[in-house]
């Protein structure tokens, strides 16, 4: 058992398993209840989080490579779905995705902001947003200022297979630094990101891996 994070609770339910092999990092207390450990600190903030945690399977003897761009696969049928909630939009479409829960999130009126300035700023065939997202994240972006006819609001419908398929058929994703970002990363949807900057939020560690 390999852990990436290492919880105390886990590790104290590994140990009294009797789990033959648990690797963890080896600078905690507690780190006595892995049997192989790893010693690098997190701290330094140096590379990525998948770099990280892939460099944990040198606790099973093994020697991490590189750490290649994921890549997230979608149906045939999952982005003609995707396709069909867009149909009939503007040639330019940008996701506007205001939620989040790890970081401390852009304000809601520079959410709305941005959209009427894509909005005012559009050509030929203009930009249209699609505030994709869970229900937790939808009071955040409900507000008496109106926004432009044009945008597509899909806040609280989408599971996330189907935000999944309606980024893929976008051409730009605007988010915070969460999930809709990877997921338009793993996508090759080009991606904008915004970083609470706060030093454990640094986009070294966090930024869609690429």
Request: glycine content about 10%; hydrophobic content about 40%.
């Amino acid at each position: 058992m390999v852990f990436l994070k290492p919880f105390k609770r886990l590790m104290w339910a590994a140990f009294l398993a009797r789990v033959p092999i648990r690797v963890a990092t080896g600078y905690r207390w507690y780190s006595v209840l892995a049997n192989r450990r790893v010693y690098e600190h997190r701290k330094g903030f140096s590379k990525h989080e998948t770099a990280y945690n892939v460099g944990m399977l040198a606790g099973l003897g093994l020697q991490p490579g590189i750490v290649s761009r994921p890549s997230l696969v979608l149906t045939d049928e999952e982005r003609a779905w995707g396709q069909e909630q867009l149909r009939g939009m503007p040639t330019l479409r940008v996701v506007v995705h205001p939620g989040g829960i790890a970081a401390r999130r852009w304000r809601v009126e520079h959410y709305h902001s941005l959209v009427r300035e894509l909005h005012r700023k559009r050509r030929g065939g203009g930009v249209d947003r699609k505030p994709g997202g869970s229900r937790h994240v939808q009071p955040a972006v409900n507000s008496d200022v109106p926004f432009p006819a044009s945008l597509l609001n899909l806040m609280g419908q989408l599971s996330v297979r189907e935000l999944m398929a309606v980024i893929a058929a976008s051409h730009a994703v605007v988010s915070g630094a969460t999930g809709p970002a990877h997921i338009a990363a793993a996508c090759g949807v080009p991606n904008v990101s915004l970083f609470d900057p706060r030093r454990n939020n640094l986009p070294t560690r966090w930024q869609p891996a690429r």
